[in-house]
């Protein structure tokens, strides 16, 4: 099975149940950053998606 790059949000902000889960991971980090974004009011950088939100599953 192939790999899946998955952002839970629980994770980051307890209120929020978002979830992407995605095979590829640019795809994954522009969902993820536009939702940290229009969401979360914060700007994210790929890289700090990357290294504290993006699991592979
Ligand atoms: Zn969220």
């Known amino acids: 099975m192939a ?3 998955k952002l ?3 994770s980051a902000d307890a209120d929020c149940r978002f979830i992407i ?3 590829n991971e ?3 980090i522009e969902l993820a950053r536009d939702h940290m974004k ?3 009011g914060k700007e994210v ?3 700090e ?3 504290e939100h993006l ?3």
Do not use: F, P
Request: proline fraction near 0%.
């Open 3 to 5: 790999k899946a790059h």
């Open 8 to 10: 839970d949000c629980e």
């Open 21 to 23: 889960q995605s095979e």
């Open 26 to 28: 640019t795809e994954a």
């Open 38 to 40: 229009d969401v979360h």
């Open 45 to 47: 950088t790929d890289e």
């Open 49 to 51: 998606l990357q290294e």
């Open 55 to 57: 699991q592979v599953v």
